[in-house]
């Protein structure tokens, strides 16, 4: 890799061979560029980070898809960022849904970056916070994180991204699906997609009425959460979803939440970072071993064991 003042500046210029280098090297030995990444974080911080989240089958890709588009029609560059559920055993990531973005490939206003989880604790790999940095830093303009759409990672989304779209899709199951996920609290942007089907109108109304009742615990310093139909094969609300974002945008810099909300992103990634060199320290060595015959023999619970595996490190 070349040096670090000649790999920096290339980033800022927005060269896509040295982002797609630094990302991988982030996300495969990110001891090996800590100094660089540090520097790519002072130039970060200007981007509009907008997390999007739901249960598969919600239609995410395909959504991303569209809004992509419509960033691009207004002039700004885009960045995705896509976290997929990873093997356990292989770290292999499933990619398929890409396919759907694959005619955004050619422009150059926009990058995409597929990430597997890793395992990582919460699903949200550490690494995709620091590919969101260096798209930032590199000069995007909006930065789009998908998520998987599955257990934790609708929650942990919101320590991520500055706006949190939750994605419903009607006829998914009884109810409103974001509620049997517990995320309805975490949206900024409610998005109903698929919404020539029938079951659309109820999806709106339930999720209308939720919010209503006060069914949210995020602090949104008078920011009133929106309920937005749409149909990403048709663009049909995909205008009225481009306003929502962009006032949302507005609103945290007039209501002082942005640097609110910078403040809850910087502390969920120290403590992810923190959790992965604490797990790659825990697995050096033969303290872990021992720490599993002490647990097996009965010579101390798995919570002594524990403990005493601390001690060590």
């Not at 790999?125 to 998908?146: K, N, S, Y």
Request: charged share 25%; proline share 2%; aromatic share 2%.
């Amino acid at each position: 890799m070349d040096g670090h003042d000649d790999i920096l500046s290339r980033i800022l210029a927005g060269e896509t061979l040295a982002i797609a280098r630094l990302m991988s090297r982030a996300e495969g030995r990110p001891g090996d560029v800590a100094d660089i990444m540090a520097d790519v974080h002072k130039n970060a911080g200007r981007a509009h980070v907008i997390g999007l989240t739901g249960v598969p089958g919600s239609g995410k890709s395909t959504l991303v898809h569209a809004m992509a588009k419509r960033f691009r029609a207004d002039g700004r560059t885009v960045g995705i960022v896509a976290v997929d559920p990873s093997s356990p055993y292989s770290g292999g990531a499933i990619l398929g849904d890409r396919v759907r973005m694959s005619d955004l490939a050619t422009d150059e206003g926009v990058f995409i970056r597929s990430l597997a989880t890793r395992g990582a604790l919460g699903g949200l790999a550490r690494a995709a916070m620091d590919t969101v940095d260096i798209l930032d830093a590199a000069g995007f303009d909006v930065v789009l994180i998908e998520t998987v759409g599955v257990g934790q990672d609708e929650v942990d989304i919101a320590g991520a991204a500055e706006t949190v779209l939750v994605l419903s899709a009607p006829g998914l199951g009884d109810g409103i699906q974001a509620i049997k996920a517990g995320v309805l609290e975490i949206a900024d942007i409610h998005v109903v997609s698929k919404c020539d089907k029938d079951e659309s109108s109820r999806t709106v109304a339930d999720l209308k009425s939720m919010l209503h009742l006060g069914s949210t615990a995020r602090n949104h310093l008078g920011w009133e959460v929106p309920v937005l139909r749409t149909s990403a094969e048709t663009n049909l609300g995909i205008d009225e979803l481009n306003d929502a974002l962009n006032n949302h945008r507005i609103h945290l810099v007039e209501s002082g939440e942005r640097v609110i909300r910078r403040r809850q992103i910087l502390e969920t990634r120290i403590v992810k970072t923190a959790e992965d060199l604490l797990r790659q320290r825990i697995t050096q060595g033969d303290s872990m071993s021992k720490a599993v015959e002490s647990a097996l023999a009965g010579d101390k619970s798995p919570r002594q064991a524990a403990e005493e595996l601390l001690k060590t490190l």
